[in-house]
């Protein structure tokens, strides 16, 4: 998937493309959707309205090289809007939304330590949490994420150290970070 | 470096790709203890993010999504009516829209392809090949009889064989059998009946291939499908193995059969299934099949196996050279002997076969629409006696009338048959059709 998504060279031109696109970058658009929206619904929906108003410009955006990361940034845009038009709905516990093929034990770990480092990354601020998620689960860069979020690589830095010490310092208090 | 600007710089480590400082960060976290257990926290923590189980986009999205995209081709298709002057474009259009109704009378199929593959985006790719070809040649076999119509078909004819060229720039093609060949130059289409010595002149759009003419435009099979208003979502079914995509279309025979004698004589006039196959890699048909449904059979009436793409066809193809001596069929208001005074279908008849009894040949030209009575007319039908004229009747979808008769030939043979009649022309003068 991730070698997939790194061989985006250009904005799509045809419905063919585009669907080498969405069996790209599906999960990882849905995934950072999701973290914004909190509901998979919504974090559905707003990836499918990013895919078509990308199908919509894509004469217009024909000469963007960088896809992957303004992807992110439409579906950011997107979220926020969300965020404006709606009244957001509780979290959807993300455990019962992740597939697994693993061993029932390892599968009930693997949920606990995805809620409790969704509860910490909830815990800092959000922007820090977003820089953090989008290098960790989409593989992009900080200078990709910098296009991401509309800020400066050094800004991304920050914000990504910023988030990682406050998440060690919690994770010390509570006795360890390992 | 300071262990201040280390802090600083120690995120670079975790990047997609590190810079030219990172030998420097490494060097100060091999010597300090402090920074390099900051480090490896910061480090474990971020390993933990990314191996923690990630959302994943639900089974249908990528149909789902696939098919809004089709819908918003089909939609922009229809409102860049500006550029519909060029053809490229306006072929895409016709096919987007066809591709984007057919996707909503198929609302069930993305369980066909499995994982995120869709049936919307299938076809709407196959749309975009379609559109974009310059020539197609299908080869194939139809169940007919040689010389007759393009539109005949029967369960229990022999294949014959069929070929279509189709040239998109310039706007040329040429369907041809054994026996019958039909050329559109660009400027008119030429049928030619080789048996008959008989042509036919007429505009690019005469209808003298019937059921095959949509073939030659197979961005438009899709719509043609559609035009059906009886096509329901249980008619249609799309598949996929083998690298094909394969579009299966049941249809109920058209017409009205209070009489049969139409019924499984032509495609549309028989309950079938076209089977389209479409290759996965170039998304271009690559081979149809019509099966006909009889109530006591399934047979196949119509194969084109052997469907070739930007072919460049010879000139002459598309040049019909007329024998000399070939008699015209000409429309009915071109007729210098029409009979103006037949009262209607077995009028017609009586009147066609009495001709033919007294080997009048001019009274023959009345109602039969040629420039001459063709030879084999005149020595096969030329001094016949009639044996009955029954009642007329219509049949399927056929515009006029089909008249039983029983006629004994001069060599004694005798022939039952239903001879074709109408008079849906401007001057609503009947006309021998076909059926002797």
Same mark, same amino acid.
């Given at each position: 998937?991730?070698?997939?998504?790194?061989?985006?060279?250009?904005?799509?031109?045809?419905?063919?493309?585009?669907?080498?696109?969405?069996?790209?970058?599906?999960?990882?658009?849905?995934?950072?959707?999701?973290? +914004?929206?909190?509901?998979?619904?919504?974090?559905?929906?707003? *990836? +499918?309205?990013?895919?078509?108003?990308?199908?919509?410009?894509?004469?217009?955006?024909?000469?963007?090289?960088? *896809?992957?990361?303004?992807?992110?940034?439409?579906?950011?845009?997107?979220?926020?809007?969300?965020?404006?038009?709606?009244?957001?709905?509780?979290?959807?516990?993300?455990?019962?939304?992740?597939?697994?093929?693993?061993?029932?034990?390892?599968?009930?770990?693997?949920?606990?330590?995805?809620?409790?480092?969704?509860?910490?990354?909830?815990?800092?601020?959000?922007?820090?949490?977003? *820089?953090?998620?989008?290098?960790?689960?989409?593989?992009?860069?900080?200078?990709?994420?910098?296009?991401?979020?509309?800020?400066?690589?050094?800004? *991304?830095?920050?914000?990504?150290?910023?988030?990682?010490?406050?998440?060690?310092?919690?994770?010390?208090?509570?006795?360890?970070?390992? | 470096?300071?262990?201040? $600007?280390?802090?600083?710089?120690?995120? &670079?480590?975790? &990047?997609?790709?590190?810079?030219?400082?990172?030998?420097?960060?490494?060097?100060?976290?091999?010597?300090?203890?402090?920074?390099?257990?900051?480090?490896?926290? !910061?480090? !474990?923590? /971020? $390993?933990?993010?990314?191996?923690?189980?990630?959302?994943?986009?639900?089974?249908?999205?990528?149909?789902?999504?696939?098919?809004?995209?089709?819908? #918003?081709?089909?939609?922009?298709?229809?409102?860049?009516?500006?550029?519909?002057?060029?053809?490229?474009?306006?072929?895409?259009?016709?096919?987007?829209?066809?591709?984007?109704?057919?996707? /909503?009378?198929?609302?069930?199929?993305?369980? !066909? /392809?499995?994982?995120?593959?869709?049936?919307?985006?299938?076809?709407?790719?196959?749309?975009?090949?379609?559109?974009?070809?310059?020539?197609?040649?299908?080869?194939?076999?139809?169940?007919?009889?040689?010389?007759?119509?393009?539109?005949?078909?029967?369960? #229990?004819? @022999?294949?014959?064989?069929? #070929?279509?060229?189709?040239?998109?720039?310039?706007?040329?093609?040429?369907?041809?059998?054994?026996?019958?060949?039909?050329?559109?130059?660009?400027?008119?289409?030429?049928?030619?009946?080789?048996?008959?010595?008989?042509?036919?002149?007429?505009?690019?759009?005469?209808?003298?291939?019937?059921?095959?003419?949509?073939?030659?435009?197979?961005?438009?099979?899709?719509?043609?499908?559609?035009?059906?208003?009886?096509?329901?979502?249980?008619?249609?079914?799309?598949?996929?193995?083998? =690298?094909?995509?394969?579009?299966?279309?049941?249809?109920?025979?058209?017409?009205?059969?209070?009489?049969?004698?139409?019924?499984?004589?032509?495609?549309?006039?028989?309950?079938?299934?076209?089977?389209?196959?479409?290759?996965?890699?170039?998304?271009?048909?690559?081979?149809?099949?019509?099966?006909?449904?009889?109530?006591?059979?399934?047979?196949?009436?119509?194969?084109?196996?052997?469907?070739?793409?930007?072919?460049?066809?010879? @000139?002459?193809?598309?040049?019909?050279?007329?024998?000399?001596?070939?008699?015209?069929?000409?429309?009915?208001?071109?007729?210098?002997?029409?009979?103006?005074?037949?009262?209607?279908?077995?009028?017609?008849?009586?009147?066609? /076969?009495?001709?033919?009894?007294?080997?009048?040949?001019?009274?023959?030209?009345?109602?039969?629409?040629?420039?001459?009575?063709? @030879?084999?007319?005149?020595?096969?039908?030329?001094?016949?006696?009639?044996?009955?004229?029954?009642?007329?009747?219509?049949?399927?979808?056929?515009?006029?009338?089909?008249?039983?008769?029983?006629?004994?030939?001069? &060599?004694?043979?005798?022939?039952?048959?239903?001879?074709?009649?109408?008079?849906?022309?401007?001057?609503?003068?009947?006309?021998?059709? =076909?059926?002797?």
């Amino acid at each position: 998937m991730l070698a997939m998504a790194q061989q985006i060279p250009a904005w799509p031109q045809t419905i063919e493309q585009f669907e080498r696109l969405v069996e790209a970058t599906q999960d990882d658009l849905v995934n950072f959707a999701f973290h +914004q929206l909190g509901n998979q619904d919504d974090a559905e929906d707003a *990836v +499918q309205d990013v895919y078509v108003q990308a199908y919509r410009d894509r004469s217009k955006r024909q000469r963007i090289t960088e *896809v992957r990361p303004y992807l992110f940034r439409m579906v950011r845009n997107r979220c926020t809007d969300f965020h404006r038009s709606r009244l957001r709905r509780p979290a959807e516990p993300v455990t019962d939304l992740v597939a697994s093929n693993e061993d029932t034990f390892s599968r009930v770990a693997a949920q606990e330590q995805s809620k409790e480092l969704d509860r910490l990354l909830g815990g800092i601020p959000s922007r820090e949490a977003e *820089v953090i998620r989008l290098r960790a689960h989409s593989e992009l860069s900080f200078a990709e994420i910098a296009i991401v979020v509309g800020a400066s690589v050094p800004t *991304v830095k920050s914000r990504f150290r910023y988030g990682l010490d406050k998440l060690r310092r919690t994770l010390r208090a509570k006795g360890g970070t390992r | 470096m300071n262990c201040q $600007e280390t802090i600083y710089r120690m995120t &670079d480590l975790l &990047d997609k790709e590190q810079g030219p400082k990172a030998e420097l960060v490494r060097e100060h976290l091999a010597n300090c203890p402090a920074c390099r257990v900051r480090f490896e926290e !910061h480090e !474990h923590i /971020f $390993e933990s993010v990314r191996r923690a189980r990630r959302i994943a986009a639900s089974h249908q999205f990528g149909a789902k999504t696939m098919k809004a995209i089709a819908n #918003e081709a089909a939609l922009e298709a229809t409102t860049t009516g500006k550029f519909w002057h060029l053809q490229g474009w306006r072929r895409w259009a016709v096919a987007a829209c066809a591709t984007a109704q057919l996707i /909503f009378l198929l609302p069930s199929l993305a369980p !066909h /392809f499995g994982g995120r593959r869709s049936a919307s985006a299938v076809l709407a790719q196959s749309i975009e090949a379609m559109s974009n070809v310059q020539t197609i040649h299908m080869t194939g076999r139809m169940r007919t009889i040689p010389g007759d119509n393009f539109e005949l078909i029967g369960a #229990e004819y @022999d294949f014959v064989p069929l #070929e279509l060229w189709r040239e998109y720039n310039p706007s040329r093609w040429r369907v041809e059998k054994p026996g019958r060949v039909v050329v559109m130059d660009g400027t008119s289409s030429t049928l030619y009946i080789s048996q008959l010595n008989q042509y036919m002149k007429a505009s690019t759009q005469a209808g003298f291939v019937e059921w095959l003419r949509p073939l030659l435009n197979p961005e438009s099979i899709l719509q043609n499908e559609l035009d059906s208003t009886k096509m329901k979502p249980s008619d249609a079914t799309v598949t996929e193995s083998n =690298g094909n995509v394969t579009l299966t279309v049941r249809r109920k025979a058209e017409g009205s059969f209070a009489n049969t004698w139409t019924k499984n004589k032509s495609i549309d006039e028989s309950d079938h299934t076209c089977i389209y196959k479409f290759d996965s890699a170039t998304k271009r048909l690559q081979a149809l099949q019509v099966v006909i449904h009889t109530g006591s059979q399934d047979v196949p009436v119509l194969e084109l196996n052997d469907i070739r793409y930007n072919e460049t066809p010879p @000139d002459k193809l598309f040049a019909l050279q007329i024998p000399e001596g070939a008699t015209q069929i000409i429309a009915p208001e071109q007729m210098s002997s029409a009979v103006d005074a037949i009262l209607g279908p077995k009028d017609a008849a009586e009147y066609f /076969f009495n001709a033919l009894a007294q080997k009048d040949w001019n009274a023959v030209l009345g109602v039969y629409p040629t420039s001459t009575v063709p @030879d084999l007319v005149k020595s096969y039908y030329g001094g016949l006696s009639i044996l009955s004229i029954g009642v007329p009747f219509k049949s399927g979808i056929y515009a006029g009338y089909f008249v039983p008769y029983r006629i004994r030939l001069y &060599d004694g043979t005798v022939i039952s048959h239903n001879l074709a009649v109408r008079n849906d022309n401007p001057q609503k003068r009947w006309v021998v059709d =076909g059926g002797f």
